[in-house]
């Protein structure tokens, strides 16, 4: 027989014991085991922060010294209290107010007189929109052996200019859509075009990182803009200023004096490729959207960005400044795509809904005719001012070319705004008119 000093302590084995009878139980359908009352687990959650806690529940005295005291340390003067003056009038007044203000009753006493006054609400913001005539496709010219990447119309209306994968700028006759010009001298696809209505030049960038000026008179590049460290994807001309601005693949926006040829600025900010820029008079004099799906609209004067409009959800390719009202348009990809703004804080005005394509391009007249194309060959013609698709067209690709190569990458309106010009991946360029009555 075994002795009883052999025998293993009890306490463990009743706790134990303690232990697995409460899983045997726990799972019973009776709950009254899994039912904890406030007190027992307040009990327990203190046990178990105090066996946890209770050695660093004060510093050591060495570190105690060392920390300062905590908050800010009052100040020691003694204050001074606002003390009346000679009448008592004011505070008499002050008393006299009622601080209980009376329950108001609603005016909408029921609720279907609330919901028809939400009803009537949402019947007067309905604005109907203004009747455009529609558009039709009038003359396809063919030429460049690459996508057609920029349009520009000169501000005379005589001619227009298109840049391509080509390498080569052409330049047409607006009115029969002849060849008057080629020229030659980008090394890689030319991405942004723009005609001075100041000056006899003509703008180009490409994706060679150049920035080139070319002279009308000679047909010859006169002046190099250097400074972007990748492709040049998109360029504006200052209306008022002897300012251009272009922008890119390197995330920034670059300022230049168009005599000079200096950087006036660098607009950096954006995180990703810069897709577009725009230009206006009053600020914010330019625009700025990328493929980090930002817009920012900038202070010119001192090269800094004024606000960052974050409300779309995929990168932004296109930018449209209305050239009457005080806002511009700028489109993405994805669902509620195309947006409108409005200058000068940037305030979200509406969306263009139904355009559910990666948008490229857009382009708005002053008669309020807004034109949106997208990268898969649909065209769709808007209401500015309402936000209302008034035509939806497909670009019919050039018999010959691949079903892929139906996109519209630029687009512009003529001077008279009656004639839109587009570029495509087909390498057309295509004269769309609007039919008159």
């Known amino acids: ?57 004060e510093l050591p005295p060495a570190l105690l010294a060392q920390q300062g005291p905590v908050g800010p340390a009052r100040r020691s003067e003694k204050r001074l209290a606002i003390t009346a003056g000679p009448s008592n009038s004011t505070s ?23 919901s028809e006054a939400l009803t009537l609400h949402k019947t007067t913001r309905v604005i109907k929109p203004t009747y455009h005539a529609p558009w039709k496709l009038v003359r396809v010219i063919s030429g460049h052996l690459g996508w057609v990447r920029s349009v520009a119309v000169e501000p005379g209306n005589k001619w227009f200019a298109t840049g391509a994968g080509d390498r080569v700028i052409k330049i ?24 001075s209505s100041r000056h006899p030049y003509i703008f180009s960038c490409g994706e060679d990182k150049m920035v080139k000026c070319w002279d009308l008179e000679a047909n010859k590049v006169i002046r190099h803009y250097h400074g ?21 693949r390197d995330a920034s926006a670059r300022v230049w004096d168009m005599r000079t040829k200096a950087q006036i600025h660098v607009l950096a900010g954006h995180s990703a ?14 625009i700025t959207g990328s493929m980090d799906s930002t817009v920012r609209l900038w202070d010119l004067a001192a090269g800094k960005t004024m606000v960052t409009l974050t409300h779309h959800k995929k990168s932004v390719r296109a930018l449209a400044i209305h050239p009457t009202e005080y806002s511009f348009a700028s489109g993405s990809a994805g669902g509620n795509n ?26 708005v007249n002053a008669e309020g005719v807004f034109f949106s194309g997208g990268d898969n060959g649909t ?25 892929a ?13 009656t004639r839109l010009i587009t570029g495509g991946a087909d390498k057309t360029i295509k004269v769309y008119a609007e039919q008159s009555q």
């Open 1 to 57: 027989m075994a002795s009883v000093s052999a025998l293993p302590p009890l306490e463990p084995l009743l706790k134990m014991s303690a232990k697995r009878t409460r899983a045997v139980f726990a799972s019973c359908p009776d709950e009254g085991l899994n039912k904890e009352d406030e007190k027992s687990a307040r009990i327990r959650l203190s046990v178990k922060i105090n066996d946890e806690y209770k050695h660093c529940k």
């Open 92 to 114: 008499q007044m002050i008393a006299a107010i009622d601080n209980s203000p009376r329950t108001q009753p609603s005016t909408f006493s029921t609720s279907s007189k609330l």
């Open 172 to 195: 047409w006759d607006l009115a029969s859509g002849e060849l008057k010009l080629s020229l030659t001298g980008h090394i890689s696809t030319v991405r942004g075009l723009a005609v």
């Open 228 to 248: 972007h460290l990748s492709g040049v994807y998109s360029l504006s001309l200052h209306p008022t200023l002897d300012v251009l601005v272009t922008a890119g």
């Open 273 to 286: 490729t810069v897709a577009d820029v725009k230009c206006q008079e009053s600020d914010p004099q330019v």
């Open 338 to 363: 195309i947006k409108k703004w409005k200058c000068p804080e940037g305030t979200f005005v509406f969306n263009f809904p139904g355009h559910n394509a990666i948008i490229n391009t857009m382009s």
């Open 379 to 403: 065209l769709t013609f808007w209401d500015y001012d309402t936000g209302t698709p008034f035509q939806h067209l497909e670009d019919v690709p050039q018999p010959g070319s691949l079903e």
């Open 405 to 417: 190569e139906a996109g519209v990458f630029c687009s512009t309106f003529d001077m008279t705004g």
